[in-house]
């Protein structure tokens, strides 16, 4: 995984944060050396306000003192914000419209606007559905391939 994610720009989606905060026993690991990679410069890391919303959500069902120490984490980390703004929304209607996935359409749609062609998660179900429909967002918004990695299982295609 780490000669697909070297010197790459990478959007890391918000699993990825939650299975290092919670020291998943399937995810921990892979997940922790993707957040070494972004640390030590090794790829050029990008992320969101959605995914801090998402993360504190997901872990003050757990532990909000925990929620809390992970969105602080986060946003110290080397990563640059993309904004959500009207576009955003166009490319996540479009998205969501032709996949049926609702929050992980507005990260594609990030990804999307913002020229970034890797996105790192271990969402499967979801991201799939998205690459599978990616050839046509591809044509009618003009934006890039999209390749999907996932830490554990390595490239993932459309299924």
Same mark, same amino acid.
């Given at each position: 995984?780490?000669?697909?994610?070297?010197?790459?720009?990478?959007?890391?989606?918000?699993?990825?944060?939650?299975?290092?905060?919670?020291?998943?026993?399937?995810?921990?690991?892979?997940?922790?050396?993707?957040?070494?990679?972004?640390?030590?410069?090794?790829?050029?890391?990008?992320?969101?306000?959605?995914?801090?919303?998402?993360?504190?959500?997901?872990?003050?069902?757990?532990?909000? @003192?925990?929620?809390?120490?992970?969105?602080?984490?986060?946003?110290?980390?080397?990563?640059?914000?993309? @904004?959500?703004?009207?576009?955003?929304?166009?490319?996540?209607?479009?998205?969501?419209?032709?996949?049926?996935?609702?929050?992980?359409?507005?990260?594609?749609?990030?990804?999307?606007?913002?020229?970034?062609?890797?996105?790192?998660?271990?969402?499967?179900?979801?991201?799939?559905?998205?690459?599978?429909?990616?050839?046509?967002?591809?044509? $009618?918004?003009?934006?890039?391939?999209?390749?999907?990695?996932?830490?554990?299982?390595?490239?993932?295609?459309? $299924?």
């Amino acid at each position: 995984m780490r000669d697909l994610l070297k010197k790459k720009r990478v959007y890391i989606d918000t699993n990825i944060f939650i299975y290092v905060a919670l020291k998943h026993p399937d995810f921990y690991k892979k997940c922790y050396d993707v957040l070494e990679m972004l640390v030590s410069k090794e790829l050029v890391g990008y992320g969101s306000h959605l995914v801090l919303f998402e993360l504190f959500g997901a872990l003050s069902e757990i532990d909000v @003192e925990a929620a809390y120490e992970a969105v602080s984490s986060y946003l110290d980390l080397p990563l640059t914000m993309l @904004e959500l703004n009207r576009e955003t929304f166009d490319y996540a209607r479009e998205i969501a419209v032709l996949s049926k996935v609702t929050y992980d359409s507005l990260h594609a749609a990030l990804v999307a606007q913002n020229g970034i062609d890797i996105v790192v998660s271990e969402d499967l179900e979801d991201w799939s559905k998205i690459l599978r429909i990616w050839p046509k967002v591809k044509e $009618r918004l003009k934006v890039r391939d999209l390749t999907f990695i996932s830490p554990t299982k390595g490239v993932v295609e459309a $299924r």
